[in-house]
C-alpha cells in the first residue's frame, strides 16, 4: 500500500564506482526530496525536486546529483562513491508546499 | 537560514508517565509550520504531529500535543501516558518562508527510552 518506494533497500559499494538510488511515488505529488540520516546530524536535505525536470540543492548536494524525468521517479547519483557517503538515505514526498512530508522506508547505503 | 535544535540526545521515562522533548527553533520568517515524526528502530519515518505559526491553539493528537510558546521560539512535544512502544527517536522540523516553504529543516533528534 506504500505510495512511495525506494530501491534498492540496502547496498554495498565500493569507493570510486556510481551508485543511483531510486524513489518512486504513485501518489502524483510535486515534491520530491532526498535527504541522509547520519548520527549526530538528524537529517540533512540533499536535493529536491518541486517538478519534472526542477531541482534543487540542498545542504549536503557537493557529490550527488539528481534527476527527475517524470514525476514519478526521483533519481538520486553518487558519481563516484566515497566512505563518507556511507548512510541512509531517505526520499520523500509533499504534496504541495505547506504540506509535510511521507518518506520511503529509506536505503542503507555501504562505501567499502 | 532556519535552525532547529534539540538538546536532549536521549531521554527516559517510565512507562505511564508524561515526557516533553524539548525543540527550539531560529528564523526570522513571519510564517512558518512546525512538526514532530517519531522513528522506531524499524527505521521508518512517521508523522505525529504539525503546528503552524498563527494556530492560535496548541496542537493535539492523541497523546501528542504540542507546547507551542512563540515567543520564546519553542515547540516542546509532550506525550501523556508513555508506552513502551513510544521508544524511538523523535525530530522535530521545520519549514519557513525562507525556503519557499518547500523543504524541511530537521534537528539532531532525540532518542526516548520508556521502560516498564
Known amino acids: 500500500d506504500a505510495g512511495i518506494t525506494q530501491s534498492p533497500r540496502h547496498k554495498v559499494t565500493e569507493t570510486g564506482t556510481p551508485v543511483t538510488l531510486r524513489c518512486h511515488q504513485t501518489?502524483?505529488?510535486?515534491?520530491m526530496y532526498w535527504y541522509r540520516q547520519d548520527p549526530g546530524h538528524g537529517l540533512r536535505l540533499i536535493h529536491y525536486?518541486?517538478?519534472?525536470?526542477?531541482?534543487d540543492k540542498g545542504e549536503v548536494s557537493d557529490g550527488y546529483s539528481v534527476s527527475r524525468s517524470k514525476t514519478e521517479d526521483f533519481l538520486l547519483t553518487l558519481e563516484s562513491a566515497t566512505s563518507s557517503q556511507t548512510s541512509v538515505y531517505f526520499c520523500?514526498?509533499?504534496?504541495?508546499?505547506?504540506?509535510?512530508?511521507?518518506f520511503g522506508s529509506g536505503t542503507r547505503l555501504t562505501v567499502v | 537560514a532556519q535552525k532547529i535544535t534539540q538538546t536532549q540526545p536521549g531521554m527516559f521515562v517510565q512507562e505511564k508517565e508524561a515526557v516533553t522533548l524539548d525543540c527550539t527553533y531560529d528564523t526570522s520568517d513571519p510564517s512558518y509550520g512546525l512538526f514532530w515524526y517519531k522513528q522506531p528502530s524499524s527505521g521508518e519515518m512517521i508523522f505525529l504531529i504539525y503546528q503552524g505559526s498563527y494556530d492560535q491553539q496548541n496542537a493535539t493528537e492523541g497523546r501528542y500535543s504540542l507546547n507551542f510558546q512563540k515567543a520564546r521560539k519553542s515547540a516542546n512535544l509532550v506525550i501523556s501516558a508513555s508506552q513502551l512502544g513510544d521508544s524511538a527517536m523523535y525530530f522535530c522540523a521545520m519549514r519557513g518562508q525562507n525556503s519557499g516553504y518547500s523543504t524541511l529543516t530537521f534537528g539532531k533528534g532525540t532518542m526516548l527510552l520508556v521502560s516498564p
Open positions: 520523500a514526498i509533499s504534496e504541495s508546499q505547506g504540506y509535510g512530508y511521507t
Open positions: 501518489e502524483n505529488h510535486r515534491y
Open positions: 525536486s518541486y517538478g519534472v525536470k526542477d531541482t
